[in-house]
């Protein structure tokens, strides 16, 4: 496949994130592919598909965003993904390919990523949301929804998530902890355990500075 | 001075932090209250001056922020607390010597600290803004104003802060990597040093992230 075609696909895709938030703009899709790449190599996947799956995956943020989370993002992106695919002449057996990898990139979806390709995206996807990057993304989201830093004391279960009572320690007990057991291919697992072990050993320190002890 | 003063200022002072940020919200003052209970014990510090001190220290923030930093929240705090230590009943030689703690405690402020206590204060207060608890307010404070994660490839020191190309890497160049060298007690200067190197190792594990390193 020519890197113009590429090219265009990424051009198609950055369109759709002019009014996205810090917490999930494009830099997080440069991020994925960027990992796409490094896992698919390991992991003998076709990265022409990886490369168009990666710069289309979140096409349909913004819609679901709108939606107040009524539209599922990896549905209608994987149905605008088939346009652009079609409308730049890509072969039909490789639309379906990357359609199968947008469509079930969802860590809460229905959808279960069966082929190499879709289980690289999902990994990488996944991978974005732990280690320093999912730190620093967490406690950019909870800025932007108005919350607060940090809730001592209180049993982070409860709360609500996009409420004032949101943090990014919430969104480590009921998330991001959970991700390295939920990697699909052996390359994702081993960065997911790195990447947990570094969070789990910054919420520790930000514990002890809270309550005063370093 | 009993318990119930204290209790009393406390009340006032939360009053004014109904409206305020995640980044800059009551934790911020439990924090620094906390600080400088540890580090006035080692410093042989007015432990009775530092706790009025830290609770009032930044009663005028909300001001500050609303005049979109016209108003200096250092120097409408001391006149506002001022006034509530009055109706407290504290005796003016204590009074003046809160003052003077909330007065010089501002990073860029034109006083200087003069008294252990004030240096106390000033320390604890730029402690909160590093190690875990800093990167997480950067990060947090980058979301309240609609910036990116991160800025990767620009210099950061030619953006603009409260800009969408804000970032909380560019704070820790512009500010939090400096604030250890700031410190002005011995005891602030520990803690200080331990934070700065885990605020290091947490933006080169970030880059190292975000470059698709690890």
Redesign the interface.
Known sequence: MPASIVDHIKKRALAFFRDC???H?W??TE?VY??C??IGEQEHADLEVLRMAALLHDIGREQQDRSRGEICHAQVGARLAREILEQAGVAPDKIERVIHCIETHRFRGNLEPATTEAKVLFDADKLDSI???G????????????????N?GIDVRKTRRYSKEDT?YREFVVKLQEVKDRMLTEAGRS?AE??HR?MVA??D??HE????R?
């Open positions: 938030r810090g917490s703009d830099s997080h991020r960027n990992l790449l490094r280690g320093a990057v730190i620093g993304r967490a406690f950019l989201f909870a800025g932007e929804v108005g919350a607060k830093l940090h001592g990014a960065i790195e990447r570094f910054f919420f320190r930000l500075e809270v309550e005063g370093v």
